[in-house]
């Protein structure tokens, strides 16, 4: 089945550091990866899609100049959180299915911590 | 866009008994319907998924039932083990499968399956 690797895993980092975080797609061609952001005892909001190639889709409310997602290969995608503060301490997740039949997996999330 | 709307927000049974959660989606597109499993700081695990041309699909002691008319699924999860305890979202998306199309998640239920 599909796998996705994310990392890092977990982040701890000063205000003002702009923090990049990577998924991998181990036995399928991501052609699309979603960026995910759950913040404790709360339901995943979907951030942004990125497609191979292209600009990604924000969803409404998502600042593009501050997630930046970068999706240069079929197999890796990044999310950029540029000049963290601590209102973006979150858990953020990417997803991916590959096509066809897939269904969506994820990665094991990154945790991120501002100081 | 879509809604999706999951209850209840938490649920606590005896060991043995079943459970079930039910969600409700607005837009009448969806048509693929998948189950995700999160333990505590780990990420969504698909536990079943299904799509508007059926009615139920059933895994062993999880089953999952679809009502396109009134717009609502349901998971049904029967003899609960302890290991079951999780966070359990439902989510909706339109497409053959979830593979290049972003899910809309529910709120989430927190099981709790007592001894």
């Not at chain 1, 979603?34 to 292209?54: C, D, H, I, V």
């Not at chain 1, 997602?69 to 953020?92: C, G, K, M, Q, R």
Request: hydrophobic residues 30%; contains cysteine.
């Amino acid at each position: 089945g599909a796998v996705v690797s994310q990392h890092p895993s977990r982040v701890i980092c000063k205000s003002g550091t702009s923090v990049k975080i990577e998924c991998r797609s181990l036995d399928f061609q991501a052609t699309t990866m979603f960026w995910y952001r759950q913040f404790p005892k709360k339901s995943l909001m979907l951030m942004a899609t990125s497609n191979e190639g292209s600009k990604a889709t924000y969803e409404q409310g998502v600042e593009k100049d501050k997630f930046l997602i970068n999706h240069a290969s079929l197999t890796l995608s990044t999310l950029t959180v540029t000049s963290a503060h601590p209102e973006d301490s979150s858990f953020y997740i990417c997803s991916s299915g590959g096509k066809g039949n897939q269904p969506q997996h994820f990665g094991d999330g990154t945790r991120l911590s501002i100081l | 866009g879509e809604n999706v709307e999951q209850h209840p927000s938490t649920l606590s049974v005896q060991e043995g008994d079943s459970a079930v959660i039910k969600c409700t989606y607005s837009d009448s597109a969806s048509n693929y319907f998948p189950w995700y499993k999160q333990e505590l700081g780990k990420r969504p695990q698909l536990i079943i998924d299904i799509r508007s041309n059926v009615g139920e699909k059933k895994d062993q002691r999880i089953a999952v039932t679809l009502n396109k008319t009134a717009k609502h699924f349901s998971l049904h999860i029967t003899e609960t083990q302890p290991e079951d305890s999780a966070v359990y979202f439902c989510a909706a998306s339109k497409g053959v499968t979830g593979g290049g199309n972003k899910l809309t998640f529910g709120t989430g239920t927190q099981l709790k399956v007592e001894l």
